[in-house]
């Protein structure tokens, strides 16, 4: 983990209000005083649905750490049980994945979320794993134990439950049960644990609000939970998509490049709400770059502090630095050499990868290829202005072809025209 302020309990809920992580909670001035005070053993539950985390997750983790950061226990629980079924969606039934694909991705999501929880330090955290409660219950102990404690009404008016239900697709009893293994969870880690606070996103409002209701019911026993809100993008739409897909916390399914473009992309209407979210910087630090996207939006220094940050959090400061070298050598501001392939590869997959067979073609034919250039009058045109650049060469001869020897790592040509129109050309192996 990167350098972070340590908040003080007194704080903590006062921090997080004003970085706008709290969207609702059951009690926020008992919470307060629960946050103020001895510390607490609090969770977030992460369910292994995929075979890695995304952005999206980031916001519990980084809030655990916040909480953890002022003096309270994080409890990471990966569901184990519960990535059997997954929470109903809004988009329609899930696909139950076989027990050996979601212990894979037990694995690996543990493994994630370890990374951003100290484990160590005076408020240790702990990894659970609901599976090892859910997992030796009966049907009927189920049914008897925790099932009798749920209300069919409150369970229908569940705003996720009410919408599948008057859908074509209706919902399954399967999904429809998610809500009462999740309110089983808070249930037994107050049990185990003294746990008394659970934190989640606001589309998890009702089945973080089903544990609080189950401990009130068998225990006696008022306890929290705190929702942040749904990060979304200056214009309402999903936050931590992208035209290639989700944004994935797993370098292999997600590039530490393409992690740290999606950062750097981040429009100014919004960058500074997600620095609030995501940055461990202090406050004077978060106001001074808000100044700086005010004034002199075209410095982009929020955008590039963001991507930094949370490159180096997810990736480590060595892939944030290649990525940073890889980003300025694409534009001329570097060698090209000295990039590794795989960062290199991944670069010039943002910036459109086009593969080709067969002999290396004349610079005009490879700016038609890659895309800069719509016809070969226009490429010849751009040649002839000085604007074509191979492996940041400057190219004057239209019928210019690149030797094999100018493949960087045997594969790749950087094609540029100006200063700011890049592509990559993959040149097969055995051409």
Known sequence: MPDQNVSTPASVLDDLRWRGLIAQSTDERELAVALAGEPITFYAG??????????????????????????HFPLGLVGGATGMIGDPRMSGERVLNDADTVAGWVKRIQTQVEKYLDFDGPHAARIVNNLDWTGPMSAIDFLRDVGKHFRMGRMLAKDTVANRLNSDEGLSFTEFSYQILQG?????????????????????????????????????????????????KADGTKFGKTESGTVWLDGELTSPY??????????????????????????????????????????????????????????????????????????????????????????????????????????????????LAASGSEARRTIAEGGANINNQRITDPDHVPSPGDLLHGRYLVVRRGKKAVAGISVAAGS
């Open 258 to 371: 393409a992690f740290y473009q999606f950062w750097f992309n981040t429009e100014d209407a919004s960058v500074d709400s997600h620095l609030k979210v995501f940055s461990f910087r202090s406050r004077e630090e978060l106001e001074a770059l808000a100044e700086a996207t005010a004034t002199r939006p075209h410095a982009r220094e929020a955008q590039r502090a963001l991507a930094s940050e949370m490159t180096t959090l997810v990736h480590g400061e060595a892939a944030t630095n290649s990525v940073i070298a890889a980003s300025g050598a694409l534009f001329g501001r570097g060698d090209l050499s000295e990039i590794d392939s795989s960062t290199l590869g991944a670069a010039l997959t943002e910036a459109g990868l086009t593969e080709i067979t067969g002999p290396l073609p004349t610079v005009v034919e490879l700016l038609r290829e890659s895309g």
């Open 184 to 232: 089983m969870d808070f249930l037994e880690l107050y049990r185990r644990y003294g746990c008394v606070l659970q934190t989640g996103g606001s589309d998890q409002w009702g089945n973080l609000t089903s544990g609080t209701e189950l401990i009130r019911k068998v225990e006696g026993r008022a306890v929290h939970a705190m929702a942040t809100p749904l990060i979304t």
């Open 46 to 71: 992460f369910d292994p649905t995929a075979p890695s985390l995304h952005i999206g997750n980031l916001v519990q983790l980084l809030t655990m750490r916040r909480i953890q950061n002022a003096g």
